[in-house]
């Protein structure tokens, strides 16, 4: 037989020669939620393995990661009931909970990339990324409170922020207004393509962030739809997002891949709460090898393209790794 690709299999050594994508903890990034209170970590029912943290043990599993070579964190803040409200005023405090965690962050490793999420959902009592306005979510009033709310976050420290809202123009609004307060090397990370997934599910346990009413499929990509991913990654670029974002991953690897063919930026993958509790639910019945499954999961988003990973298996993928 002249062509035998098996060949190119038969050993672990051949294999380690012939491998086309690899993954590394450079490209990981870990989400962490984050609380009030201080010694805290409030375990999330649907996400084994995560807790809401307060400060001082976020500060110490950001130190872990950052010592498995971790690239950065991405940080969602839980919001007591109380201080939410229609327009999420606490976002851009300078002493709001996320800004004080950055801070903490920072201070403790300079070294960790922070990366902060840019939307309302958090904050808002509506549970939606924009401002519900007569039953609709009203755009062009939500792009001045996104763009204080990324200056505060700027300004407690972040690297990158990461509009997650899908406001059409928030990109641009972002950047001027990070400009002119003279953050000129905070870079935006956009969520470009970020679809209306029933996968957000255990996120929004976490922050108990889901919409008081109705959905988020006014704002959030409709996931039939691809050609509509390049006309919204043909406008981050335009406005200035320094890289592109694709969420979730897996059930849209074919984005991941029409993005690193149709852009220069970075991609980056979200391998979402959904996907990250399907594998624990399944492993916990024995149904699933929790560790094998999620390497491939994540070098399947390498493979497809994605130059950066946000996965809540980041550090157990680290350890991984280093053990080889
Ligand atoms: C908030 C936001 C969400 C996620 C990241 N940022 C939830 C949503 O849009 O409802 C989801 C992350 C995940 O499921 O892991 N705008």
């Known amino acids: 037989m002249l062509q035998r690709p098996r060949r190119l299999r038969a050993s672990e050594g051949i294999r380690r020669l012939a491998r086309e994508t690899r993954l590394s903890t450079d490209d990981l990034v870990l989400p962490l939620f984050v609380r009030e209170g201080e010694g805290q970590a409030d375990p999330i029912e649907s996400m084994p393995g995560h807790a809401r943290l307060s400060i001082d043990r976020l500060v110490e599993t950001a130190r872990g990661a950052a010592s498995l070579g971790i690239g950065g964190v991405a940080l969602f803040p839980v919001i007591d009931e109380a201080d939410k409200d229609p327009r999420g005023s606490v976002s851009s405090k300078p ?9 903490a962050l920072k201070q403790a490793l300079p070294q960790m990339i922070v990366i902060t999420d840019v ?23 939500t792009l001045p409170i996104l763009a204080d709310m990324a200056v505060a976050q700027a300004e407690a420290g972040a690297d990158i922020v990461a509009p997650s809202d899908m406001m059409d123009g928030r990109v641009r609004a972002i950047r001027e207004a990070l400009d002119a307060a003279g ?11 970020k679809y ?28 039939a739809n691809a050609r509509e991913a390049l006309r919204e990654l043909a406008l981050d670029e335009a406005e200035g997002a320094d890289w592109v974002m694709v969420k979730p991953g897996l059930p849209y690897l074919d984005l991941i891949r029409a993005f690193r063919e149709h852009t220069s930026l970075p991609v980056a993958a979200y391998h979402v709460s959904g996907e990250y509790a399907m594998l624990r639910a399944a492993a916990e019945r024995g149904w699933l090898d929790y560790d094998a499954c999620l390497l491939e999961s994540l070098t399947a988003l390498r493979r ?21």
């Open 183 to 193: 953050h000129l090397d905070v870079a935006i990370g956009s969520y470009c393509a």
């Open 95 to 103: 002493d709001g909970l996320l800004q004080r965690a950055v801070r």
């Open 304 to 324: 497809a393209g994605a130059d950066v990973i946000f996965s809540y298996g980041a550090l157990d993928a680290a350890r991984l790794l280093a053990a080889g």
């Open 196 to 223: 209306a997934s029933a996968f957000y599910g255990p996120f929004r346990e976490a922050l108990d962030s889901a919409p008081r009413a109705g959905d988020k499929k006014t704002y959030q990509m409709d996931p």
């Open 119 to 141: 939307a309302l959902d958090p904050y808002s009592s509506d549970g939606h990324d924009g401002v519900l306005l007569d039953g609709r979510i009203d755009n062009d009033q």
